[in-house]
């Protein structure tokens, strides 16, 4: 490798971890709890599943009807938004606002007990575990927040890229994974630096680039609601939205929806009038039945007023890139040991980010030049 080309890698790496250092810092350090959220909220109470677990599935109990009459009854003068499932207890949630298009801060959350009808109360407001999401999503910024957090990841992906050049030449003189004790405190961070950095490499990239992915997920949903939704409720193009005082049964559109998919599993009903729904349809999302498919949704839509199925087709790649990423950004796909796994390469990156930035200020003083050569030469090894 060229002097030139040393010195082009060299700039990359430079600038696109002193662009991305401190907010990648914030992004580790919120996402170690993230982690294990789950354990987190059952351990402070806050999870209501955890509570039903081990009782019936969602298969069975009390009618969608009734279970939606309940709801409405505690708000209400509000309508529905969304029901969602679970297939590990009788848990069901419904979610509801003033309006069918109502924003995401006048939706309320509510939870029941599928089994009994027992209504478990609204979701908890605000908490840590809400407060570190938004902040690990967005900063509180929304979209644009997401979206320039999203270039953070960009920049983490190049960083590890370039790093992994310059290491090349750079340790051609030693082994993988040499720790130079005896040299300066300098040479030990940047050895403890590069070890860590390159053990590291495959989760750092796939946290990377999931994490990128992440932050894309308003526009993709937007992509998808323009092109494959707007095709599959083309007829509809045109008629008036349908008022909730006209929405049908839901289990009658739940029974057309199995009939048309009966090998998957309901995660959710999007009701008219909402971003997963069209204005005249109760589009009902299936899952699979494995760790990995069950992060992979299927759209039913069914005339809401007619209980009938208009269609049902797969989301598009980069929708289903979008739901595959997000599980695997915290280490979602396996139990507790994965996610240990997970904790421990998150600190050991946050070490890696300390020890880059403690280098970057340490050598200011030296010219590029001079830094280009020292990769050039290769390090060197212990003294005699």
């Known amino acids: 490798m060229t002097r030139r080309t040393i010195k082009s890698w060299f700039l990359i790496h430079k600038w696109t971890s002193i662009v991305s250092t401190l907010f990648l810092l914030m992004l580790c350090i919120t996402g170690l709890p993230l982690i294990f959220h789950d354990e987190i909220e059952a351990a402070l109470g806050e999870d209501a599943e955890a509570a039903l677990a081990g009782e019936a ?7 969608l009807d009734t279970m939606l009459d309940r709801a409405l009854a505690e708000r209400q003068g509000e309508v529905p938004l969304f029901m969602a499932f679970s297939n590990d207890s009788p848990l069901l949630t419904v979610t509801t606002g003033p309006a069918p298009d109502a924003p995401g801060e006048a939706m309320t959350l509510l939870f029941f007990d599928r089994a009994t009808g027992e209504s478990l109360g609204p979701a908890p ?15 509180f910024l929304g979209l644009p927040g997401m979206l320039f957090l999203g270039a953070m990841g960009v920049f983490f992906v190049v960083a590890i890229v370039s790093g992994v050049v310059l290491y090349a030449p750079f340790m051609r003189r030693l082994r993988f994974g040499t720790l130079r004790t005896a040299r300066s405190k300098r040479v030990k961070w940047l050895d403890w630096h590069n070890l860590l950095g390159a053990t590291t490499l495959a989760w750092a990239l796939v946290v990377g680039v999931t994490g990128a992915i992440n ?57 008219p009038g909402g971003d997963w729904s069209s204005r005249h349809h109760y589009a009902v999302f299936f899952q699979g039945g494995t760790p990995l498919t069950r992060h992979l949704l299927t759209p039913a839509l069914i005339d809401a007023e007619t209980g009938e199925l208009t269609d049902m087709r797969a989301m598009p790649w980069y929708n289903q890139a ?55 030469a290769g390090a060197v090894g212990q003294p005699a």
């Open 57 to 63: 599935s969602s298969a069975g109990g009390l009618p």
């Open 125 to 139: 407001g605000g908490g840590v575990m809400d407060f570190l999401l938004q902040l690990h999503t967005d900063m």
């Open 215 to 271: 932050a894309f997920a308003d526009p993709l949903v937007e992509q998808w609601q323009n092109s494959e939704l707007a095709d599959m409720t083309a007829a509809y193009e045109g008629a008036a939205p349908l008022p909730p005082e006209r929405y049908g049964s839901l289990d009658r559109a739940m029974a057309s929806a199995r009939a048309a998919q009966p090998g998957l599993n309901p995660q959710f009903i999007a009701f």
């Open 322 to 376: 979008l739901m595959l990423s997000k599980p695997l950004h915290f280490g979602d796909y396996g139990a507790i040991p994965l996610k240990i796994l997970w904790a421990l390469l998150d600190l050991a990156t946050i070490v890696v980010l300390v020890s880059g930035l403690y280098l970057w200020l340490g050598k200011r003083g030296r010219s590029t030049d001079e830094r280009v050569a020292e990769i050039a």
